[in-house]
């Protein structure tokens, strides 16, 4: 079991300007924050929940020490409630786990890097539900709250034939195209290409892949069902594929079936191109526009929060992807010969 927090969507904070200097004599309050993302296509479902330091020298103060970060483990009741017409379906209690995974603001993190906490569950997750976190400090019955939809299956057009990024001696443009899911309304693209390579001197055959990251599109609305596209440009999709693999002349490289001896079952061949998205729910939109923020990322104390008698954020993401995708014969045989990669050995198909 593995647990994402990973990327566009991914629920790590950083706090880059963050003040240091305050007065230890000034009023302050211990703070509930919370940050979560429901996502159904994925087995375990976590959310961060910690303490920050509200006073009027500073907006968040965060020891080293992360004693004093983090609840201890029989501090907080953390719950789901998966809500269908105002009755309760679905109960979930989350469990208290101490992970590997670090926040990070840098190499001149404030955050305590000893450990993190994160309160999990492996439930699986339904779509028809409104799900309702309630988290209560079994100390002080303080409780914080929040909600939210989950997103649709997201449909990603495969388009009629094969990708073609070079045709008829000149470079194409490729239009990737999708309708927007319910309950969601900022989407970022991302392009696998995977390629086998093959050593000249053992014969070893291994499977790879690079991604190349796009800019996050934004819906309309979230009632799903809109027609969106991003334009993938040819020319810059060879020099993504340059920019990505070292030269190695001991290796030949296909984008292809052909070289697919001796893998494992597990690694077989699936397709040379794979589409894929990371989805995010209304409140993840709201947070990046009202911060004005270039990417998903958490920069700043946020003046965005859905979260009842706390700060934070819980809303929903989507893992997709569109996969078997194959670049066209003309497309391959310019990897192979083209100016912009030949040093590349990647063999003809």
């Known amino acids: 079991m593995k647990i994402s927090l990973l990327l566009i969507f991914t629920v790590f904070l950083i706090f880059t300007s963050c003040e240091t200097d305050f007065d230890v004599n000034a009023d302050w309050k211990e703070t509930t924050v919370v940050y979560g993302l429901l996502d159904q296509s994925i087995d375990t479902q976590s959310v961060i929940i910690y303490k920050a330091f509200l006073g009027n020298e500073s907006a968040y103060v965060l020891a080293q020490e992360a004693d004093s970060i983090y609840y201890g483990e029989n501090d907080l009741e953390v ?32 955050f305590s890097t000893e450990y993190s906490v994160e309160y999990i569950t492996t439930e699986n997750l339904n779509t028809e539900l409104v799900y309702h976190l309630m988290v209560r400090n079994l100390d002080t019955d303080n409780i914080v709250r929040s909600n939210t939809e989950l997103i ?78 991003l334009e993938l440009g040819g020319e810059s999709f060879y020099y993504f594929v340059k920019n990505s693999i070292e030269e190695n002349t001991s290796v030949t490289r296909i984008n292809a079936e052909e070289l697919n001896d ?88």
Do not use: C, H
């Open 262 to 349: 001796g893998l494992p079952e597990s690694s077989s061949w699936v397709g040379g191109i794979e589409f894929r998205f990371v989805v995010g729910g209304e409140a993840i939109s709201q947070y990046v526009s009202i911060n004005n923020l270039p990417g998903l990322l958490f920069q700043d104390p946020p003046s965005f929060t859905n979260i009842e008698n706390g700060i934070g954020i819980f809303s929903s993401r989507l893992n997709a992807k569109l996969e078997g995708l194959k670049l066209g014969n003309e497309s391959l045989v310019e990897l192979a010969n083209g100016d912009i990669t030949q040093d590349l050995d990647f063999i003809n198909p």
């Open 79 to 110: 719950m789901l409630f998966g809500v269908l017409d105002q009755d309760t379906i679905q109960t979930i209690e989350l469990e208290y786990t101490v992970t590997d995974n670090r926040f990070s603001a840098g190499a001149d993190t404030i």
């Open 152 to 229: 649709s299956d997201l449909d990603i057009s495969p388009g009629f034939g094969d990708v073609n990024f070079f045709k008829n001696d000149e470079y194409r443009n490729y239009t990737l195209r999708w309708e927007s899911s319910a309950n969601a309304r900022i989407y970022k693209p991302y392009l696998r290409f995977y390629y086998l390579e093959k050593s000249q001197l053992t014969g070893e055959v291994t499977y790879n892949y690079i991604e190349q990251s796009f800019s996050e599109r934004q819906s309309q609305n979230a009632n799903g069902g809109e027609s969106m596209k």
